[in-house]
């Protein structure tokens, strides 16, 4: 019974057992489902309308007349598919440009159809899936953030302190993760720095900023307001960034289930469905 | 022990709620009760443009700004023989009729058209593939045409019937849908200042691939919203008549009405 003690406080068991505590507040978890939920469906959808039109340009226009301006394209040529960047073409046959279809048929397409949803092509299923999944993940961030401000879980999980920050402590936390080692016994109670500014990153910066180019590209939204496609610098821009923030998106959700998996899988994702934390204050940290 | 059975339970249940998601996604896209409630969004995405800026004019560039090519996009050249006689005699004998819930039916020639107050806009076209483009465009304001045909009361949106017919793909759109490109719009985006009746692009009649003898424009929304190859214009108070009653043709494949994102 020891092991279901919810204590947040000091644990009322013998010193150096194994406890659980309150880690993640109720909604703090609801939210992050809704998020992750939303976020896999916009991810998808949002790969297949780029294969509605696979280059990007710069600036407040991009067509494929003007292809040659493209600084990305996914395509293919005969039986290869490619992707460019500039002037480097690199070959991607089998996933970029050129993949079996569901039905095993190759087919000319940008993203695979294991990447996309629907799985085939399908504009506008995926747009009116997309923008759905984009007020989710809007009014779902505006909760969390409301709840973020005003219980306190910014300023006490979230935001770095200044002795956090210094380099060193940072340097000592790239280290830490280089080797694989993670915070082990009471250290685990709180965020540590690499984590503080990943998190901070992706709500503070990376979502907003999702939102941001998203509402740049609609055509409505940048007439009401013209700073969304000044601030970009164009609707291609705009387009290009969306872009470019999804693939990061896409880097921490890879790193981010990728840390899940090396802390300790259970524990953790326990600790987002119910709440608590196995804390084991016999295992300080580890030397390697 | 405790421990082992819930790690057990959170990884079973993990992995079903997993596999069930990549296996029935696809089931998802065609789950009709799922999309009325997918498609609610757009509801809710208009009325936040409307609140955001009912009124707003889209951006207006100069002409160094514009594309160097102006994509053709959609139908290159209606094959109709009715299209192809209007063509061949320069549009001369081609009208557009304002119909419906109005006093003053109207039949306008191209000539009349041109010999009314225009206005000339250099927008960006969105396309819903991704695209864009830069051009200038010429024309009366749609809001002349309606006020000299004199709309009722009851009127509520604007059908433009086009010329050209855009193929089959009658598995998406219904029983009901119909090859004839067609789009409608309401009164505000009707009567918004930008939205014109382009007889000319880049300082020239505009060519067959871009909709000769006449497109709307209605800027701030997406490129199949500007119907090419005008041959008539329906004031109604209800979609319904239309296709499969979803207020144009890509509309009936299960497209936005509202295309303002």
Redesign the interface.
């Known amino acids: 019974m020891a092991l279901m003690q919810p204590a947040d406080t000091p644990p009322a068991v013998a010193p150096g057992a194994p406890y659980l505590f309150h880690r993640h507040a109720l909604a703090v978890r609801v939210t992050h489902w809704i998020n992750a939920i939303a976020i896999f469906f916009l991810l998808m959808t949002g790969l297949n309308i780029f294969n509605a039109y696979p280059m990007l340009q710069w600036g407040q226009y991009g067509a494929s007349p003007d292809a040659a301006q493209a600084w990305l394209q996914i395509g293919s040529s005969g039986d290869a598919g490619f992707v460019r960047i500039g002037d480097l073409r690199i070959t991607t046959t089998g996933i970029l440009g050129l993949s079996d279809s569901k039905a095993g048929a190759p087919q000319a397409i940008a993203y695979p159809h294991w990447a996309t949803f629907p799985s085939y092509r399908d504009l506008a299923t995926a747009r009116n899936f997309h923008f759905f999944f984009a007020w989710v993940l809007v009014v779902n961030g505006l909760v969390y953030l409301a709840y973020g401000l005003f219980s306190g879980h910014f300023r006490r999980d979230l935001a770095p302190s200044a002795a956090e920050l210094a380099p060193a402590n940072i340097a000592n936390d790239v280290a830490a993760h280089a080797r694989l080692r993670f915070p082990r016994g009471e250290d685990a109670r709180h965020y540590h720095i690499l984590q503080k500014l990943a998190y901070g990153g992706v709500i503070f910066l990376l979502i907003p900023g999702m939102i941001f180019t998203g509402l740049a590209m609609s055509p409505g939204m940048n007439a009401a307001w013209p700073l969304l496609i000044e601030a970009t610098g164009g609707r291609a821009s705009a387009r290009s960034l969306h872009w470019i923030f999804a693939n990061l998106l896409i880097l921490f959700i890879i790193v981010h289930l990728l840390m899940v998996l090396l802390a300790g899988p259970w524990n953790e994702i326990r600790s987002m469905i119910t709440g608590r934390f196995r804390i084991d204050p016999a295992k300080p940290e580890v030397a390697p | 022990m405790?421990?082992m059975s819930?790690?057990r339970l959170?990884?079973v249940g993990?992995a079903a709620a997993g596999g069930l998601?990549l296996a029935g996604?696809?089931n998802?896209?065609s789950d009709d009760k799922l999309?009325r409630?997918?498609?609610?969004?757009?509801d809710?995405?208009r009325g936040f443009?409307r609140f955001?800026?009912r009124d707003?004019?889209?951006?207006e560039?100069s002409r160094a700004?514009m594309?160097?090519?102006f994509?053709v996009n959609g139908t290159r050249e209606p094959v109709d023989a009715d299209y192809q006689a209007l063509k061949a005699g320069n549009f001369a004998d081609w009208r557009l009729t304002v119909n419906g819930l109005v006093a003053n039916p109207l039949s306008l020639s191209l000539a009349q058209l041109r010999a009314m107050p225009a206005r000339t806009q250099i927008t960006?076209h969105?396309?819903?593939?991704?695209?864009?483009?830069?051009g200038e465009w010429t024309g009366p304001q749609l809001a002349s045409v309606l006020m000299a045909a004199g709309m009722q009361t009851r009127a509520r949106y604007i059908v433009f019937r086009c010329a050209d017919d855009y193929g089959g793909e009658v598995s998406k759109g219904g029983p009901q849908s119909t090859a004839r490109y067609y789009e409608s719009i309401d009164m505000i985006d009707a009567f918004h200042p930008q939205t014109i009746l382009a007889t000319m692009m880049n300082g020239a009649p505009l060519s067959i691939g871009h909709g000769a003898p006449l497109r709307l424009r209605v800027?701030?929304?997406?490129g199949y919203k500007h119907a090419k190859y005008l041959m008539a214009i329906d004031v109604v108070d209800s979609l319904a008549g239309y296709g499969s009653g979803h207020g144009g043709y890509?509309e009936d494949?299960?497209?936005?009405w509202y295309a303002?994102?």
Request: net charge positive; aromatic share 8%; charged share 25%.
């Open positions: 405790i421990l819930r790690r959170i990884g993990g998601l996604c696809d998802l896209a999309a409630i997918v498609r609610s969004a757009e809710a995405s443009q955001a800026g707003a004019l889209a951006r560039f700004d594309s160097p090519v994509k960006r969105d396309c819903v593939e991704g695209w864009s483009a830069i800027e701030r929304q997406l890509w494949r299960g497209y936005e303002g994102i």
